[in-house]
C-alpha cells in the first residue's frame, strides 16, 4: 500500500474532512425575504433538482459533499439582483430522495448537469468541494456548455491530499474505508463522525450543527457511492485540454487547517496543467469559505462574473 506522507498524516484529518465536505451557510445568517424565484426550465431528473431565482446572465450554484443547497442560499439572494441564479440539490443529500442504491454518483451528476445547461445560454458554474468537481468535469466533457468555472475548495483529484504519489488506484483502499465508515456505523457513532469533522470543516460554530443535520438526513449509499468516486477520480488528464476559464479558490487557516504555504503548493502543484488557471487563497478560513469568509468569496465571486458579463 502506498505510504502517505508525515505532512499528509499530520493533516490527515483535514483531509479527510475536506474530501467529504458537507455544508451549511444560510442557517447561521439572518433571516431575508426571498427574492422572486424566476420561471425554471422545464426540466426533471432523478439525479438533481433546481430552484430557480433572478433575472440576468445564469450562474449554476453546486453543493458539496452531503451539503443542502442552503449552503449557497446568501450569495445567490445577492447575486439574484443582477443574475439568474439555479440552485443545485443533488439526490441522496440532506433529504433529497436517491433511488439509486449502490450505483453510480459523480458521473451521472455530470451527465444531468450537462443536461440542464443545456437548457440555459452558456451559464457560469460555482460549485463547492464535490460540485468543484463535478463543473470541472462538466467543462471538460462539455467545454461548449459552459462559460466558466469556479471550483471552491476543490482539487481534479481530492487524494493528491495525501500525498504527490498517490493515484486513483492507490487511492482506492482509502476510498473503501471511508465508504465503509459511512455504511457500517450505527446512528449514534455516526453523529459523533460527523460532529468531529464539523470542526474541521469550519471555523464557525453557530453552522456546525446544521452541517451534522445534512450529513444525517443524506441517504448513507449515496454517501458512500459519492465518497468511493471522488476520492478515486481523477480529473488532471484532462486538463491541459480545457478552453473554459477557470478560477480556483482554496482555503487557509493557520489555526486548524490547512497552512498557507501547504495549501499553496498543493493547489499549485494539481491544477498547474489548467492553462490559464486563476488561483486564489483565502485565509481565515477552512473547507466552507462561503460560511467563514462570506465576504472575500462574494468579492471573487463578483470579479469572476464580471469576466464574463
Do not use: C
Not at 441564479?85 to 454518483?105: K, S
Amino acid at each position: 500500500m502506498t505510504k502517505i506522507s508525515a505532512p499528509a498524516k499530520t493533516l490527515r484529518a483535514f483531509i479527510l474532512a475536506a474530501a467529504v465536505g458537507f455544508s451549511a451557510a444560510s442557517i447561521v445568517s439572518p433571516a431575508q425575504a426571498e427574492p422572486a424565484r424566476a420561471e425554471a426550465p422545464a426540466f426533471v431528473s432523478d439525479r438533481l433538482s433546481v430552484e430557480v431565482m433572478g433575472q440576468g446572465p445564469d450562474v449554476i450554484l453546486i453543493p458539496g459533499f452531503a451539503s443542502s443547497r442552503e449552503v449557497w442560499r446568501p450569495l445567490a439572494r445577492r447575486l439574484s439582483a443582477t443574475h439568474r441564479v439555479h440552485l443545485v440539490q443533488l439526490a441522496g443529500f440532506a433529504g433529497e430522495a436517491w433511488t439509486h442504491g449502490d450505483g453510480a454518483f459523480v458521473q451521472p451528476v455530470v451527465d444531468e448537469l450537462a443536461r440542464y445547461a443545456a437548457t440555459l445560454d452558456r451559464p457560469a458554474v460555482i460549485g463547492h468541494s464535490m460540485g468543484g468537481l463535478s463543473g470541472l468535469l462538466l467543462a471538460q466533457q462539455h467545454p461548449t456548455a459552459v462559460s466558466r468555472v469556479m471550483s471552491v475548495d476543490s482539487l481534479p483529484f481530492f487524494s493528491a491530499m495525501f500525498g504527490p504519489q498517490v493515484t486513483p488506484q492507490t487511492a482506492r483502499p482509502f476510498a473503501d474505508q471511508a465508504a465503509a465508515s459511512i455504511l457500517n456505523a450505527d446512528e449514534a457513532a455516526f453523529r459523533v463522525q460527523q460532529e468531529r469533522t464539523a470542526v474541521g470543516m469550519m471555523r464557525d460554530e453557530a453552522g456546525r450543527a446544521a452541517m451534522v443535520d445534512w450529513s444525517m438526513a443524506s441517504n448513507r449509499q449515496a454517501m458512500a457511492s459519492a465518497i468511493r468516486e471522488v476520492m478515486t477520480t481523477d480529473a488532471r488528464p484532462g486538463l491541459a485540454a480545457m478552453t473554459t476559464p477557470v478560477w480556483a479558490v482554496y482555503a487557509s487557516d493557520a489555526n486548524g487547517g490547512a497552512p498557507a504555504a501547504m495549501a499553496d503548493a498543493l493547489w499549485s502543484r494539481e491544477y498547474a496543467a489548467l492553462p490559464g488557471v486563476t488561483l486564489k487563497r483565502v485565509d481565515d478560513a477552512r473547507h466552507f469559505i462561503m460560511v467563514d469568509q462570506p465576504d472575500r468569496l462574494d468579492a471573487l465571486v463578483d470579479v469572476f462574473l464580471k469576466r464574463e458579463d
